[in-house]
């Protein structure tokens, strides 16, 4: 196992897509992969701090992962919405700003469902035999493990996590904390990211 956060637990993988596509999640056969399924605690008692991973039944586990991959997805598109915000400003202003911006993105990913084997034939053309399984988020992998994974920005508060000592880390955590403020006001106030994490140039988590 990668790793497990507060809700899902992460798993390497290897994706091999037929056919390929041309490009990102899928592009090249056997791909390294993180393999994402959401979890809840079990505690053996009432007093235990140590819990057992649970998994959900597949129609909850689906829906979960469903809901994890369109917020993704949305992601995507407020964190272009930012750049486009950005690069307006630049375009519009006498000089360049005096210090580097961050230029990151999210991780390509997909939402896979695995599905039993049934003899019985698909009633229609295309149709899927037997019933799903499991579902998974397949998510491109961040290389370097725990060592470059980190978390810049907590669900719960604005501020960076990172200290100053931690100086590149510390800029586009903060960096992170300015797109929020961008997506809050371009949204009229629906919607910004939150809990970034991941390197200083893939980020994989996010939550609304």
Known sequence: MLGAGGFKTAHPGWLSLTPLVKSGLGSVPGQNVAVKRPF????????????????????????????????LYWAHSLLQL?????????????????????????????????YSQHDSKPTKAGSKTGSSCVGYLVEELIEGGPDVFMKFIHNMDSNPLLDHDDYYGYEVASFFSF?????????????????????SLLCSSIHY
């Open 40 to 71: 809840h605690k079990v505690f053996p008692s009432a007093s235990s701090l140590m819990y057992k991973i649970g998994r959900f039944s597949s129609i909850d586990e689906i829906a979960k992962l469903g809901k994890e991959a369109n917020i």
């Open 82 to 114: 930012t750049y486009a915000f950005i690069d307006h400003c630049i375009a519009s202003s006498e000089e360049p700003p005096p210090f580097d911006i961050p230029r990151v993105r999210f991780v390509d990913a997909g939402l896979a469902i695995s």
């Open 179 to 199: 797109t929020q403020h961008v997506q809050y006001v371009k949204t009229g106030g629906l919607a910004f990211i939150s809990d970034y994490q991941g390197n």
